[in-house]
């Protein structure tokens, strides 16, 4: 499996040894989409949308063609990359019913990466979607998270009348759309922190439906038959036009360089919405590779190379880890994260990628990720009433997992459900 394609000079001296220099603690920008499709953006090759400013992180950074989330749902997966933790360590499984207004949440005494990073020095923020506990509770709110600022898009509404609630007290936007409001925060965040080093969660609301556009957002993509498809690319250049404001407003600052940039989805896109998982199987709240597989990118100037691909598997867990160490935050021993700090394999400081196995649980379903082989059980949605299906799969010939290997490779199968079985041991049962 070749692991790295690489589009950098990874053999300069300044590339290679960026993660030895000492340096500045960088600002942490994390950027999360809500339902796009691995397919749903220039960079992974999308041409009926242009994308140029999520294209701008991947080609000024790097872009992870086997980026992971831990959950092919909301909540479950913010909870696993907020926390650096399986969720089903402790028990944030599912979408909660009634979702923010519900009594439960994150468990409180669950470290996020707010924090993490504020306990190192940085300041705090949060804006959008939060949907990982009601944020009328007061144990559950971001300011009570590690958050020490909170601008709260609730629900999924999109358009105009837009509700704010702003440290807990509600206000009115008057921006045209979700996504426009969410740049105009964080840009506005941006220019008012150029000190300190600061970590903004941006949690965007699109293309999750409703499918919402303002009026003439449209328009471009007129020559798309598929109404759901043309409101899809209306939302996701929405979005695109978001991010753009937000990386201006960095790089008019003067701080792009000492930025250290994550993008991804919180999982695949869903069943008939319009937006795409192309090429592979599977949709959102399944375990197959179009459930969990994103569109994922990652850039820090000077320190990551530019135009680099790369292919070995990653996951959403190894986002605050690999923060942590960009921000020269010695993680404890008993800190019990599941991820891993990619600094050292990304800067090319070291040439040995992360060798481990990735894991899902959802419910019945679960999957095993081990190198190219891919056990799992999941919902087939294509089918009605929707039935569990069981395969082996190898990923590196059959991406699109077509061709269960299971009755050819026992063997492998009996070894994968092994190591599945021993770390769901360590999980506990769902909270709701």
Known sequence: MRYLIIVALLTLPSVLHAADRPHRQPNILYLLADDLGYADAGFQGCSDVPTPNLDSIAKNGLRFTSGYVTAPVCSPSRAGLLTGRYQTRFGHEFNHPLADRAPEGLPVDEKTMGDWLKAAGYTTAHIGKWHVGN???????????????????????KLPPLLVFRNGKREAANDPYVDLAMGREAATYIDSHQSAP?????????PHVPLQTPPGSEEPFAGIASEKRRKNAAMISLLDQSVGRILDALRESGQEDRTLIIFHSDNGAPFGSGSYNTPFRGYKSTLREGGIREPFAMQWKGTLPAGLVVDVPVISLDMLPTALAAANVKVPADAQLDGVNLLPFLTGSSDTPPERELYWRYGEQYAIRQGDWKLVRTMEQVTRPPVLTFGLYNLSQDASEEHDLSAEHPDKVEALQSLWEKWNANNVPALW
């Open 135 to 157: 944020p009328k509770l007061p144990q559950f709110t971001p300011t009570s998270r590690g958050f020490d600022d909170d601008v709260i898009m609730p629900g999924q509404n």
């Open 198 to 206: 600061w970590f903004l969660y941006v949690a965007y609301l699109t």
